[in-house]
Every structure is written in C-alpha cells, then in structure tokens.
C-alpha cells in the first residue's frame, strides 16, 4: 500500500518543523508539501491531492476553517486534523467535520494516536465495529434522472444510484453498474429530484442510497463512515443525520 499523503499548513515555521517530525515518527505517512497559509494551502491541496491535511485555524490569506470549507467541496473524503493554540474554534472546526483538533503545544503520545486513526481510516482492510444500521429498506421506486453537464445530458436509471457527491467542485453520482457520472448541477438541485423515502442527505457533500448501505463506522467526533455495497466510495454522515436515520426507521 501507498504512504499516505499529507499537507501541512501552518504560518508558524517552528511549528511546521514540529508537526513535521511527528508525522515522520508514525510508518506509513509521507509529507508532500507544507504551506504558509490558506491560500497556498488551496493551491497544494489542488494539485498534490493529499489524504490527511494538517492545518493552523489562524492563517493569513483564508483561516483554516475557510480553507477547510472549500476543501470539503473539492474532496469531502480528506482528513482534516486542525493543530491550533486556541480552543474556542473548536466548534468551528468540527462543523466542516474536522477528524481531529490538537492543541498546541502537542503532546506527541496524542499526535501518534490521531495519525494512527487517520491511517485506519484509510485503510480498508482495517476491520471496525460497525454501529446498528436499519434492517429494513423501503422498495426502491424506479425513474430516470436527466443529468446536466458541459457535454450536453446524460440520463440515468434512479435504481442503480449508490451515492452523489460533491468533488472537485462539482456534483458527482456513482452507480451499482460502475458508472460515474459528473454534473454542473448543485447537490441541493440533484437531492430535490431523488425520492426523499430512498435518498438520504447524511452531510452536506453527500446524499446515500438507503438500499446500498452496508455499514457505518465511527470516523471523528460526532461523525461516522458509510461503507456502500457495489462501490468504493465511502461518505460521511453527521451524528445529528445519524439519529435521524435511526428515527427513520423506528
């Protein structure tokens, strides 16, 4: 398996210096780039397409939960870990699902622990225990969806989408027959068209299949890992959107 990639970005180059050392501490992790602030962050997450990123909460440029929120909608599947002195961006954070917030100084015990989740979750022949996931499904209805996109329309059988998501700015639908679809059309667009007793809108990059789910996993605080039967993506759902699939089903 590949090391994992990981960016760093902090304005601070001590703590760079840091962090650094720590992440070449843990088997597994290899540093692609280190940035000095949001929007080099931006720039590096763009192009060298990282797993895990590392960030400062204040940044010049964009603070960290800015550049974390147009991150999400590049590829909500990367790990957010916020390294930060100050406690009170906490909240913050986590409502753009950050996998983890360290507060400097670190203790390096806690850092080790945080990039060995972080390589677990990766990891997908790492076995977890799932939580409870509804028994039941409803029939799935049928229908197509008509699709826009910069080459025209593309039509798809409602029954064989698994999962939509937003990814590389863009909205992005994967089906049970292996196919991928990509649409200029937003994701709240896409999501009024689907059947709202099927599709599911756990977080706000993705919507699920209830027919196609598989598992679910703890993945930070207060968020969870959906594993989908017939893909390899993965998406995430909030705690809150986890009870109310719970209640969905009660």
Not at 117 to 137: F, G, I, Q, S, T
Not at 181 to 201: C, G, H, K, Q
């Amino acid at each position: 398996m590949e090391d994992i990639r990981v960016i760093i970005a902090d304005d601070n180059e001590d703590m760079r210096r840091i962090e650094r050392k720590m992440i070449s501490r843990v088997e597994g992790f290899n540093l692609v780039g280190e940035a000095k602030d949001g929007l080099e962050l931006l720039e590096m997450v763009e192009h060298l397409h990282p797993q895990v990123v590392f960030l400062d909460v204040e940044m010049p440029g964009k603070t960290g939960v800015e550049a974390a929120r147009v991150i999400q909608d590049m590829n909500p599947g990367i790990i957010m870990i916020f390294a930060t002195a100050h406690d009170q961006y906490m909240g913050d954070a986590f409502e753009v699902y950050a996998f983890d917030y360290l507060i400097k100084p670190f203790k390096v015990d806690r850092v080790i622990r945080t990039l060995e989740r972080a390589r677990d979750r990766l990891n997908p022949d790492k076995d977890e225990a799932p939580l409870p996931v509804p028994a039941a499904a409803p029939k799935i209805s049928t229908g197509r969806l008509m699709l826009h996109h910069r080459d025209g329309v593309s039509f798809v059988n409602t029954r064989d989408i698994v999962l939509v998501q937003r990814e590389d700015r863009s909205t992005v639908i994967y089906t049970s027959t292996g196919d991928r679809y990509v649409t200029s059309d937003s994701l709240s667009e896409t999501e009024a068209r689907l059947d709202p007793s099927i599709f599911f809108r756990c977080h706000k990059s993705y919507i699920i299949n209830l027919n196609f789910i598989s598992n679910i996993t703890p993945y930070g605080r207060w968020t969870y890992v959906v594993r989908l039967k017939g893909i390899t993506q993965d998406a995430l759902i909030t705690h809150e959107k986890y009870e109310e699939l719970e209640q969905l089903f009660s």
